[in-house]
């Protein structure tokens, strides 16, 4: 029986009290306004003006935005980072992938062998960066030796501005492969084996079962394993820092660096601000395609199984 309430009858408004929630939602809402919503802000606002350190703010609108097109060695920051990512989301979508269904068949000491594939993963990304170093050196590295042993001439790696930025590649798909292996992992596991059954049946091979039957039902963890390589290529700056800082000249210079070096090292905080604005909205632009090319191919998918 529902109870009666109070009499609002003469039409006075009740008094107001807070939620009895509010106690434990406030702390993480202080936090998240001054951990992400007030950088942010104070971020835009930097960016509209000309503020270098040791000098006054200037307010300037737009000009830190419209300098970019015209900055040279900010549209080759641009143009290094395209070529950087991209190149690292497929290397390692493909060599991760290649892996997994590898270490997916069954055979001797396959536990172990996972095991030392991942293991570039854990490592620091300081470690990595001296390790490879050393490794591209062109008098001692490892590398040049082992070239040598099979007739090629010793090769400049990350000195020489033609293929630094395929050297740094190759240390982004050795550390992020075994991440794209354990995600296609994943999606092995779950397929069913009456596909396969039927397809051994039939006669199929094994490169016309993986190309019917598996890769189209681990697109959905390529897509997943394509999203977090992509972040994370773009805001790559601790392995390309330590190893070339750059170079040579400005070569395997990114966004990021950049930044890096007109925040920090020539202070000119407004226009750093402006490029770290352009590089957060050209990640949001990526990501956007990526997931709506998935929410696309996923109605696709609905659509064709009606």
Do not use: C
Not at 105 to 126: E, N
Not at 140 to 152: A, D, M, P, R
Not at 252 to 270: Q, R
Request: glycine content about 8%; charged content about 10%.
């Amino acid at each position: 029986m529902r109870q009666p309430g109070p009499d609002n009858s003469s039409g006075s408004p009740q008094e107001w009290r807070p939620p009895s929630y509010w106690p434990f939602v406030l702390p993480a809402l202080i936090i998240v306004l001054a951990v992400i919503v007030f950088p942010w802000v104070f971020t835009v606002w930097m960016s509209l003006h000309e503020w270098k350190v040791g000098q006054p703010t200037i307010f300037v609108g737009l000009s830190n935005y419209l300098r970019m097109p015209k900055d040279p060695r900010f549209v080759e920051a641009i143009w290094h980072t395209l070529v950087y990512t991209a190149l690292s989301v497929i290397l390692p979508l493909f060599f991760g992938t290649l892996a997994a269904v590898v270490f997916h068949q069954k055979f001797p000491l396959r536990g172990f062998m996972r095991g030392l594939y991942i293991m570039p993963m854990m490592a620091t990304p300081v470690a990595i960066a001296l390790v490879w170093t050393m490794m591209f050196h062109p008098q001692l590295g490892v590398l040049n030796y082992l070239l040598s042993l099979v007739g090629i001439p010793p090769q400049l790696w990350v000195f020489h501005p033609g293929s630094v930025i395929l050297s740094l590649v190759m240390v982004e798909t050795w550390q992020w492969s075994p991440l794209v292996m354990l995600i296609v992992l994943g999606g092995l596991a779950a397929i069913p084996t009456e596909p396969y059954e039927s397809a051994l049946i039939d006669g199929a091979s094994f490169w016309q079962m993986f190309r019917y039957i598996t890769l189209p039902l681990i697109t959905p963890f390529l897509f997943i394993a394509a999203m977090i390589r992509l972040i994370d290529a773009l805001k790559s700056f601790d392995i390309i820092f330590a190893i070339t800082q750059g170079g040579p000249g400005t070569a395997s210079e990114t966004i990021n660096l950049y930044l890096y070096s007109v925040a920090f090292v020539y202070y000119d905080i407004g226009y750093g601000s402006a490029i770290a604005l352009v590089f957060f909205v050209l990640i949001i632009v990526l990501a956007g395609v990526m997931l709506h090319t998935r929410q696309r191919m996923h109605w696709n998918e609905a659509g064709g199984g009606a």
